[in-house]
């Protein structure tokens, strides 16, 4: 890790297309700025551990990470792929904890942190701004209910399509790779290898080039939404 001098300028317009500040004046957007760098990781670099003390709220400027869990054994679950202008790590910042989860880079990745301090500051000046960290809770929240009812009450295969449906069809995304798609689903390597044959076989799905793309909607809606 390394941290990057950015101008003032690029700092103001990342904070201004951020959901969280994009209705600050330029004065206070300015405020925020102080409190404010930009640090760079490579593929690989883990940003941080479970447990590890918080440094404040991510944003990520380029590149992508993913934000997982490990099981005593080692097993690894990915809860998130974030992209760029995803925000991470609001928990242990609005909090005061340690991180609930590590976060690693997948590429060359740019962030910006955000002074957890200047934050709680934020929260007791601004109710607007409180409300706003309120409603992102809210929506994490009610996404792990989600999560969590889908590995409840859904065979692998029903979550896969599922799964597939919210990843982006863009070429220029980078894919997922079968392990990668395993711990996104709290499974293992094999039982997705299955799985991605069986939608093939039922016609919703083809796989080229290592990239899964929907070619019946009419049958992959009915794997995303079982009877």
């Known amino acids: 890790m390394k941290i990057i001098e950015a101008p003032q300028k690029q700092m103001l317009k990342a904070l201004r297309e951020n959901e969280y500040f994009d209705d600050?004046?330029?004065?206070?957007?300015?405020e925020v700025v102080e409190h404010t760098h930009l640090r760079e990781?490579?593929?690989?670099?883990?940003?941080?551990?479970?447990?590890?003390?918080?440094?404040?709220?991510?944003?990520?400027?380029?590149?992508?990470?993913?934000?997982?869990?490990?099981?005593?054994?080692?097993?690894?679950y990915i809860v998130r792929i974030l992209q760029e202008k995803d925000t991470f790590a609001e928990v242990p910042t609005f909090d005061g904890g340690q991180n609930p989860v590590n976060v690693e880079a997948l590429e060359t990745c740019r962030v910006w942190v955000i002074s957890k301090e200047k934050l709680h500051a934020l929260v007791m000046a601004h109710p607007a701004f409180a409300q706003k960290v309120l409603a992102n809770f809210g929506r994490m929240l009610r996404g792990m209910v989600q999560k969590v009812s889908e590995m409840a009450f859904y065979q692998v295969t029903h979550r896969l399509a599922r799964l597939i449906a919210e990843l982006p069809q863009d070429k220029s995304t980078p894919h997922l790779t079968q392990e990668q798609l395993a711990a996104r689903l709290g499974t293992v390597r094999e039982v997705v290898a299955r799985s991605i044959k069986e939608l093939e076989r039922s016609g919703a799905i083809k796989v080229e080039d290592r990239r899964i793309q929907i070619v019946d909607e009419e049958i992959f809606n009915q794997w995303v939404q079982p009877n």
Not at 24 to 30: M, N, P
Not at 52 to 70: M, N, T, Y
């Open 41 to 76: 990781y490579q593929r690989g670099d883990v940003m941080f551990w479970e447990g590890d003390p918080c440094d404040g709220l991510f944003v990520v400027e380029q590149g992508s990470a993913k934000i997982f869990r490990l099981s005593p054994q080692g097993r690894q």
């Open 24 to 30: 600050f004046s330029e004065a206070l957007l300015r």
